[in-house]
């Protein structure tokens, strides 16, 4: 099962794709395994996502060359959540792709997937399922405005890239524009991933095979978030916070000029990017998970699953409670629940009995029960049955 980056893109080595990702180049990786991706997305898990009628226009899709395909057409009446079997088997047989967006929040395995990666980069991550049942693809070719790790899950799919004509871009590529030189062309086989900067416009398409890919979005931050988080910090200050004063004369105006000026240069520089990255993880709400009916202590195997999506610093060495700012929200966390919460952050998901094997030293089972019922408590990890 593919869990993490490390499973993701092995054998390649970590540092190879954190070099081509720090670098902004095209990365294709090709699979030994072939079938390791698809426990991430079986058929039946497809299929039941579509029989759950709980769909919505915003996360579940039929594209075809870039266009919608009205609900009208594969959906009872019209109404998005009553979807007709028979129309959209016919729809996916005439060149339609599905898209389920966000599919880290409605299958686990993908969502733990998702969240260990963002830990791992330290960026917004979030993941999208594209399903072509004949020829072509769901969309023309584009370049986005994040980065794109592709995994092929079943199938195959070739894919081509345009370049980038646009390096880094933060707008959208322009509809309409056309893209012609290729320079480069592959496919993607059963289980090979893809890594495409932003900016790189590209394509994807079948040609009479049925394909599922999964396209991991990548959002790091960039130098212009440093303004956002500079103006809340100028928003602290009563001089920014005053209206400019356009009806003064020339020289009390340029006399507020200056003022600004100078508040504008010690906001400078005093800037931290290591404290923009903290404030930024705080900041970063967990994954929605719960825990109903959590009383008894969890089995061995029980897997205790964190919803925080990114690393920060928990004082582990301490001994009393702390508290912590987590997803905006203050968290007043005992030791142990801190002990056992740093375990989960660097090594992702684990079964309770491994956490309580491998802290041991510290913590004996009942401590990180109690623990793991503590972080359940402020919805900071979920236990679920193995």
Not at 5 to 12: D, H, N, V
Not at 22 to 36: N, V
Not at 262 to 284: G, S, T, Y
């Amino acid at each position: 099962m593919i869990k993490d980056l490390a499973s993701l893109l092995a054998p390649l080595p970590e540092r190879v794709f954190l070099d081509h990702f720090l670098a902004k180049t095209r990365l294709h990786l090709k699979a030994d395994d072939p079938k390791r991706a698809g426990p991430l997305l079986p058929w039946d898990v497809v299929n039941r996502l579509i029989e759950s009628d709980r769909q919505t226009p915003a996360t579940f899709m039929l594209r075809r060359e870039g266009r919608l395909v009205p609900t009208g057409m594969y959906c009872r009446d019209g109404v998005h959540d009553r979807v007709r079997a028979n129309a959209l088997g016919t729809l996916l047989t005439q060149d339609a792709s599905m898209v389920i967006n966000h599919i880290e929040e409605l299958v686990p395995e993908i969502g733990r997937l998702s969240n260990s990666l963002e830990r791992r980069l330290g960026c917004t991550v979030w993941i999208n399922a594209y399903l072509t049942f004949g020829h072509g693809g769901a969309l023309k070719p584009h370049y986005d405005t994040h980065d794109v790790l592709v995994l092929q899950v079943h199938g195959r799919k070739r894919w081509r890239s345009f370049g980038s004509s646009a390096p880094m871009p933060i707008a959208p590529s322009r509809r309409g524009t056309k893209y012609e030189a290729v320079v480069w062309e592959d496919w993607l086989e059963q289980g090979d991933a893809l890594y495409l900067p932003r900016g790189e416009a590209h394509e994807a398409a079948a040609e009479g095979q049925d394909s599922v890919h999964l396209t991991i979005g990548l959002q790091p931050r960039r130098g212009v978030d440093l303004f956002d988080w500079l103006c809340e910090k100028a928003a602290n200050d009563k001089l920014f916070r005053a209206d400019l004063p356009r009806q003064e004369s020339a020289l009390k105006l340029l006399a507020h000029e200056r003022q600004l000026k100078e508040r504008m240069h010690e906001l400078i520089d005093d800037l931290k990017v290591v404290n923009f990255f903290e404030a930024d993880d705080q900041r970063r709400v967990p994954q929605t998970l719960v825990n109903l009916n959590l009383t008894d202590q969890p089995s061995a195997d029980a897997i205790i699953v964190p919803t925080v999506r990114r690393r920060i610093p928990l004082a582990t060495d301490g001994n009393d409670e702390a508290e912590l700012i987590i997803g905006g929200e203050m968290h007043r966390l005992s030791a142990p629940a801190r002990r056992v919460l740093a375990r989960l952050l660097e090594h992702d998901a684990q079964t309770f009995g491994a956490i309580v094997a491998a802290l041991d030293s510290a913590m004996g089972e009942r401590q990180v029960c109690d623990a793991v019922q503590e972080l359940a408590a402020h919805g900071l990890v979920s236990v679920r049955r193995a």
